[in-house]
């Protein structure tokens, strides 16, 4: 089944040490989205690759980077987490900008 | 960022009840979909609206898109306990930025 994959499912990482996240899909979609999401809010989104083309979020923090080295995969990279940054981490995918778009599993970071 | 205005915020229903939930915006979409989330996972697309007026069903969901374009609904019949969790409506506009606007969320508890 075409579907959205993300690694690991649960992360730890320490205050400082950085950790990247993980995303892949098999819908051959031309944008993912990466989502920041606390407890029982919404996702907020952090930045999306449409292509190669990187658009990240006027509220994102420089903390936050993203490479997307192939129409596969999509990575999020947090240089130097801090307690603030443990949340989930939701990787979305859509055919198009402005088209549905479906979600991953997430990836639950703790920081220590 | 913008919310959309979801309700009600959390819902405690005997199994075997039908359930509403609403968003409303002061902005038009051009798409409304709703998500629902269990805990621990991302967001699972249910029912996607992509016309003023159309009326949706999967199963026992049924999903309206408002003639306005500026609300939506979601019915569920007949609810059983694996429908618990967060139902999120999100809205899709050009003039969003073609950015999914969230709602803040239904949280749902089947009693049985």
């Known amino acids: 089944d075409a579907m959205v994959i993300q690694n690991p499912r649960y992360q730890v990482t320490q205050f400082g040490k950085p950790v990247t996240l993980s995303c892949s899909q098999t819908?051959?979609?031309?944008?993912m989205y990466w989502y920041q999401q606390k407890s029982s809010q919404a996702p907020k989104l952090l930045f999306h690759?449409?292509?190669?083309?990187?658009?990240n979020e006027a509220d994102t923090p420089d903390n936050f980077q993203s490479r997307r080295p192939n129409t596969s995969f999509c990575f999020l990279d947090i240089r130097s987490p801090g307690l603030g940054d443990a949340a989930m981490y939701l990787c979305?995918?859509?055919?198009?900008?402005?088209?549905?778009?479906?979600f991953g599993p997430g990836t639950r970071l703790t920081v220590l | 960022g913008q919310q959309l205005n979801q309700s009600p915020q959390s819902m405690f229903i005997q199994e075997g009840e039908d359930v509403s939930m609403n968003c409303t915006s002061s902005s038009i979409f051009n798409t409304w979909l709703w998500y629902k989330q269990d805990p621990g996972e991302g967001p699972v697309l249910l029912i996607a609206?992509?016309?003023?007026?159309e009326l949706t069903s999967n199963g026992r969901l049924t999903a309206q898109f408002g003639i306005t374009r500026k609300d939506s609904f979601l019915n569920i019949s007949a609810s059983i306990p694996s429908d618990v969790g967060i139902y999120f409506c999100a809205g899709l506009s050009t003039g969003g930025g073609n950015k999914l606007t969230f709602g803040t969320g239904t949280q749902l508890k089947v009693e049985l």
């Open positions: 609206l992509y016309k003023a007026g």
């Open positions: 819908l051959n979609h031309n944008v």
């Open positions: 979305a995918t859509s055919r198009a900008p402005g088209d549905t778009q479906y």
């Open positions: 690759y449409y292509d190669k083309d990187f658009n």
